[in-house]
């Protein structure tokens, strides 16, 4: 039986409670006199405890005095703890926990945390008692007012020293007895002495230890603390039991007195079950029936005890928790209701807004409508300009055309021989390739569609025939550079519904610039693969990649993200702007992957025909 389950009080003190009782006028004061009165009584008469209990929960209760509840549910858990009933000794432990921490009672915190290890340890949960101890002692060390601590670490070292190294326990122990004597404590004390001569004995100081133990027996007798007695004279049975069977069977029949004179029945039970076992392993079968029978009579007196006591504690507790169910739902009930009168009120102000807005909204209406129509208008010149702007840069383009191409026919005619010098040789290249790429600009341009619209002209492309001519006519193109194109998953069977000049440029478009940023003697994949939305195709080089900080800006037209290729081809960042317009346009989507330095993989997805 744990420390913290005993009684601190004599019968004076009982007493003297319950002549004051008549004569407390303060409620709050009454209350706490009825708990103590419940502390104190449990040894004796446990119904009384829960008789005095009650009474103080009610009152408490009905004064929302929150000390009083949690005193009272700390009662009720020793009490249902001592009947058997550990689930509901839990149930209330942990309400009083609940309360105790709303009020920062730690010094009750950690008393709670300690029964409620015991309550683990009785239902063989050993682990979680072990970490409840270990919660109670790091919380303890932060009291300004430990006296609790002396029981938690006795009943820590007690209940559990195969948990503690070895080393530890005697410090365990130090300390336990320095907290009991600072507060002049001289039952835990006397327990902790109990707990010094069990540690000799256990670590080879037998004689010690059992004269320490004989010694504070006497002492604990001496001061009239039975309760407390009875653990050590078990303690002494059970040392002797092997090696001195009258000394062993001297000290059981004490404790069993003691039982028997003072009332403690859960006591005589297990001193008759230790005698029990003794006879029956000395074979003394005749001796061990005798106290068997007297065990039948404890367990048929105890039943009767039960069926009279006139209270049904299960009963209680079942009407408890139904009336803590009803005063949660009260009080639910009475949210919804202030909820209620809340939203009513809100409705009403949200009314009165939208009416005041709805007044001024009539002010701004026309207003707003006038602004709109303007903004049409603006919308319809903005679109006239752009389209302006974009047949002015085609004709601007297309007029620029016919002299750069002349241009660029009379340089490629001209041919380098013996009577041009070098410097007019070179002059002469570099006429050709600017017109050149001059040339490939203008193209773009008078190909690029400014109408984010596209207008299309959608026909049935057969996707498999479309890649293979592009794959084979840009394969000669591959070869300047000793490249290979390579086309896989064609089927022959993939059908599309779009604009076959649009979609050629575009693949086109991918193929030219894998071919530009790979290096020669590389290989470039031309896959096509089917997904649930339709059809992807990509295009994969181990060129130079694209930088991160480039990548955002890719599809931007006359993006600042071109770069030169690997033979220093002369990009005009349109591809891949008019690439993005056209699919878009065809519904479907274009992206990328890429490493720079390792190569990048365009892909386009594509709406089979029938799938918009």
Excluded at 111 to 136: P, R
Excluded at 216 to 234: G, R
Excluded at 586 to 612: C, M, Q, R, V
Aim: some cysteine; aromatic content about 10%; charged content about 20%.
């Amino acid at each position: 039986m744990l420390l913290g389950h005993i009684c601190y009080g004599q019968l004076a003190s009982i007493r003297k409670i319950q002549q004051q009782l008549p004569f407390i006028h303060d409620s709050l004061r009454y209350v706490d006199a009825l708990n103590r009165l419940g502390t104190l009584l449990y040894e004796k008469n446990v119904d009384s405890t829960f008789y005095y209990t009650v009474k103080a929960r009610t009152i408490a209760d009905r004064l929302q005095y929150n000390k009083g509840k949690a005193d009272a549910a700390n009662n009720l858990g020793i009490f249902y703890d001592m009947k058997g009933n550990l689930q509901l000794s839990l149930r209330y432990y942990n309400d009083a926990y609940n309360i105790y921490k709303t009020l920062h009672d730690t010094s009750n915190v950690v008393q709670i945390i300690m029964n409620i290890a015991s309550v683990y340890q009785e239902l063989g949960k050993n682990t979680k008692a072990v970490n409840s101890y270990k919660i109670a002692i790091g919380i303890g060390k932060k009291l300004s007012r430990d006296s609790i601590m002396s029981l938690v670490l006795y009943n820590y070292v007690l209940m559990y020293p195969d948990s503690i190294h070895k080393d530890s326990i005697p410090v365990y122990i130090d300390r336990a007895r320095q907290i009991a004597s600072k507060y002049n404590d001289k039952r835990v004390l006397l327990a902790i002495d109990q707990l010094t001569a069990e540690y000799y004995i256990k670590n080879g100081q037998r004689d010690k230890g059992v004269a320490l133990l004989q010694q504070t027996v006497a002492n604990v007798i001496k001061s009239d603390l039975y309760y407390l007695s009875l653990d050590m004279l078990i303690d002494l049975g059970n040392f002797f039991a092997a090696t001195d069977s009258a000394k062993a069977i001297g000290y059981y029949n004490q404790g069993l007195q003691i039982t028997k004179e003072k009332g403690f029945k859960i006591y005589t039970e297990i001193i008759n079950k230790k005698i029990y076992d003794f006879y029956l392993e000395k074979k003394d079968n005749a001796t061990a029936f005798h106290y068997s029978q007297q065990l039948l009579i404890l367990h048929d007196e105890q039943e009767q005890t039960d069926n009279v006591s006139g209270i049904d504690y299960i009963e209680y507790a079942l009407k408890d928790q139904q009336l803590n169910s009803a005063r949660t739902q009260s009080k639910y009930q009475q949210n919804l209701l202030i909820l209620a009168v809340l939203l009513f009120v809100m409705t009403i102000v949200i009314i009165l807004i939208l009416w005041r807005n709805w007044k001024k909204s009539g002010r701004t209406a026309e207003a707003l409508r006038l602004q709109f129509k303007q903004s049409e208008l603006t919308t319809e010149a903005l679109e006239v300009m752009n389209n302006n702007y974009a047949r002015l840069i085609k004709i601007v383009a297309h007029d620029l055309r016919n002299p750069i191409g002349a241009i660029n026919s009379i340089s490629s005619m001209i041919q380098p021989d013996d009577l041009l010098n070098a410097e007019t040789q070179e002059l002469i290249s570099l006429v050709q390739i600017s017109s050149k790429n001059c040339l490939e600009l203008i193209n773009e341009l008078l190909e690029t569609d400014f109408d984010p619209q596209q207008n299309l002209k959608k026909e049935e492309i057969n996707l498999d025939e479309l890649l293979t001519q592009c794959t084979h006519l840009l394969s000669f193109r591959a070869k300047d550079k000793d490249q290979q194109l390579n086309l896989t998953g064609s089927t022959g069977e993939l059908i599309i519904q779009g604009d076959r000049e649009k979609l050629w440029r575009v693949i086109n478009n991918l193929v030219i610039n894998a071919i530009k940023f790979s290096p020669e003697d590389s290989e470039i994949n031309i896959k096509v693969d089917q997904s649930t939305n339709g059809i992807i195709i990509s295009v994969t080089d181990t060129g130079i990649g694209i930088p991160v900080e480039l990548q955002n800006k890719i599809f931007d037209p006359f993006t600042a993200a071109r770069r030169k290729g690997t033979g220093g081809e002369q990009p005009f960042g349109l591809g891949l702007y008019i690439s993005k317009q056209i699919i878009e346009a065809h519904n479907g989507k274009i992206w990328f992957t890429s490493d720079d330095g390792l190569g990048t993989t365009f892909y386009l997805e594509l709406p089979k025909a029938g799938i918009t």
